[in-house]
């Protein structure tokens, strides 16, 4: 049995050692630049400052605001080895740009020059961190349940020692102490902590460095804010989505529009999300009350609008403006439940769980005849729309108020389950069911089914690529090279964080919407190139 200081030690060369395990683990599958997660990062439990980057730590990820810039970089997520603790305190490196974490079970680091993380184990966690101002180079002082230890720079393991005094310290700033620094901030602190909703929040961390009067604060639900000491200005530097899952995505001229799918209690509404993932900016409008809306199941950019279809039936969106409108039509209750969106002439196809409906340029809803089979999924070729239902496939040719089911479908069993995706590869149609896929033959209309090589789990999405389509499922994502027969794989939880919802292509990257927030990969190294 071991006990004693070397346990401690032991423990904490083993627990550094598991730790950088993933991020070692995604260093060699993926470069800097090939991956990214954005997801919801409103909560902050420690902010660090140095002259250059503000470090604002979240339950899912690591923030750094480039304060020259004034842009945040892609996030740190666990994709990337960012550790699954809370993180209770931060603070900048003072030797270089990197930062430490005292976190519920010891302390980490991050240098994010080399992406690299480095952890120790510390009993009971560290609640403290500091350097001595006199000698900065030679390690960090952390606060454990047992009281303060030192760390030698480039150890993995504390050694005792004691932090020089309060004045010769470098230490965490509190939210208490930042505010006594800015008197005019702290009086209108309950303005400062209202959101755009008119929801109240708090302060829970706060940083600053002593170049600037700039102070950080991080918060309970608006992300950091950033505060002049001096003057009482302020401004929130919110990043990323409402709520942690992602229904659907849209490309847009230079990123991705991206409607969140919320759970009770979760914020939901539509977020722009740029191409290199420094611009994160929720569609919404100031003073306006919740969200009229849970869950973005699939998403339309045309123009100016957003349509989005959701369990409250179609919104159109100004992209804009923010403003937001449901669209009515008549039917049953059922029509509420829309699963399916399509670009169609002058207009929108709708499927609902009753049927078809178009929205024309007017915003004018209409239902198309007496079809009431629920629609699970709609895709367009040329003039003629292809409708999956819960009962199989079918075509609406144009003037007909009823999808026909051709003969080369009514020959295919496998094409009469539902069909929960649709998409087109140039001139040829792809079709999933929630355990099989099928292919057009655009020269002939015959259809073949396969069933994926690679295991994707139960099939959600489709999304059409040269080549082929990439197929999104509850445990990955594969891109399908139909003329081959190949599967590319990428699965959950080393490549994606979640089950897939949604996948878009917009070269040269892909998007995917899953229920851990968005991905966006490099195109060519998501397909091994």
């Given at each position: 049995?071991?006990a ?7 423990v ?34 420690a ?38 603790t ?26 994010p ?6 952890r ?5 966690g560290?609640?403290?961190l500091?350097?001595d ?5 030679s390690?960090?002082f952390v ?8 760390l ?20 965490s700033?509190?939210?208490r ?15 400062i ?11 829970t ?10 102070i ?17 200005e ?14 659907a ?6 990123g991705v ?11 939901a ?7 290199d993932a420094t ?17 973005g ?17 179609v919104?159109?969106?100004d992209?804009r ?11 049953a209750?059922?029509?509420e439940?829309?699963?399916?969106l399509a670009?169609?002439?002058?207009g ?11 929205i ?5 809803a209409?239902?198309i ?11 367009t070729a040329?003039?003629?729309?292809w409708?999956g239902?819960?009962?199989?496939l ?55 089914v396969?069933?994926?090589?690679a ?9 059409g690529?040269?080549?082929?389509a990439?197929?999104?499922g ?7 090279d139909?003329g081959?027969?190949t ?5 959950v939880?080393?490549?994606l ?5 949604d ?12 229920d ?14």
């Amino acid at each position: 049995m071991i006990a004693g200081p070397r346990a401690a030690t032991v423990v904490g060369l083993a627990a550094a050692l598991c730790a950088a395990r993933p991020s070692t683990v995604a260093a060699q599958r993926w470069g800097p630049s090939d991956r990214v997660l954005v997801t919801e990062f409103s909560f902050v439990t420690a902010v660090a400052a140095s002259p250059y980057f503000v470090y604002a730590a979240t339950p899912r990820g690591l923030l750094v605001y480039d304060r020259g810039a004034r842009l945040w970089r892609p996030p740190v997520t666990w994709l990337d080895g960012f550790p699954r603790t809370r993180m209770w305190v931060a603070l900048a490196d003072a030797v270089n740009e990197a930062v430490w974490f005292g976190t519920a079970d010891g302390w980490a680091r991050y240098d994010p020059q080399l992406r690299v993380w480095e952890r120790g184990f510390v009993a009971g966690g560290v609640s403290a961190l500091a350097f001595d101002a006199r000698d900065l180079a030679s390690g960090i002082f952390v606060r454990g349940g047992a009281g303060w230890a030192f760390l030698p720079r480039g150890a993995l393991a504390t050694v005792p020692g004691t932090p020089p005094p309060a004045s010769q310290r470098v230490e965490s700033l509190d939210p208490r102490t930042a505010l006594e620094r800015a008197p005019m901030a702290d009086a209108i602190r309950a303005l400062i902590l209202t959101d755009a909703h008119l929801r109240s929040h708090q302060f829970t961390s706060a940083a600053a460095t002593l170049d600037r009067s700039d102070i950080f604060f991080g918060t309970t639900g608006m992300g950091v804010v950033r505060v002049d000491g001096m003057t009482g200005e302020w401004e929130t530097l919110a990043y990323g989505l409402p709520a942690p899952a992602a229904g659907a995505i849209a490309p847009g001229a230079g990123g991705v529009w991206v409607a969140a799918l919320a759970r009770p209690g979760e914020r939901a509404g539509v977020t722009w999300v740029s191409a290199d993932a420094t611009l994160v900016r929720p569609l919404e409008r100031a003073g306006a009350v919740a969200s009229p809306f849970q869950e973005g199941r699939r998403l339309l950019a045309r123009d100016r609008a957003l349509w989005l279809a959701t369990e409250r039936g179609v919104m159109r969106i100004d992209s804009r403006t923010a403003e937001t409108r449901p669209v009515r039509w008549g039917g049953a209750a059922s029509d509420e439940d829309v699963r399916a969106l399509a670009p169609g002439p002058d207009g929108v196809w709708v499927g609902t769980g009753a049927g078809l409906a178009f929205i024309g340029a007017d915003g004018a809803a209409a239902r198309i005849g007496t079809f009431a089979e629920p629609v699970l999924s709609l895709v367009t070729a040329r003039d003629t729309l292809w409708v999956g239902t819960v009962a199989g496939l079918g075509v609406l040719v144009p003037g007909s108020e009823f999808p026909v089911v051709p003969p080369e479908i009514a020959a295919t069993s496998a094409l009469r389950d539902p069909i929960v995706a649709l998409a087109r590869s140039a001139d040829t149609l792809v079709a999933a069911t929630p355990d099989q896929l099928a292919w057009r033959n655009p020269a002939g209309g015959a259809w073949t089914v396969v069933r994926p090589l690679a295991d994707v789990g139960r099939l959600t999405a489709l999304a059409g690529d040269a080549g082929g389509a990439w197929v999104g499922g509850t445990l990955g994502l594969a891109f399908w090279d139909i003329g081959r027969g190949t599967f590319q794989a990428l699965r959950v939880p080393l490549d994606l964080p979640a089950a897939v919802r949604d996948v878009a292509v917009a070269p040269p990257w892909l998007w995917v919407a899953t229920d851990s927030g968005v991905v966006r990969f490099d195109r060519r190294a998501a397909l091994g190139r």
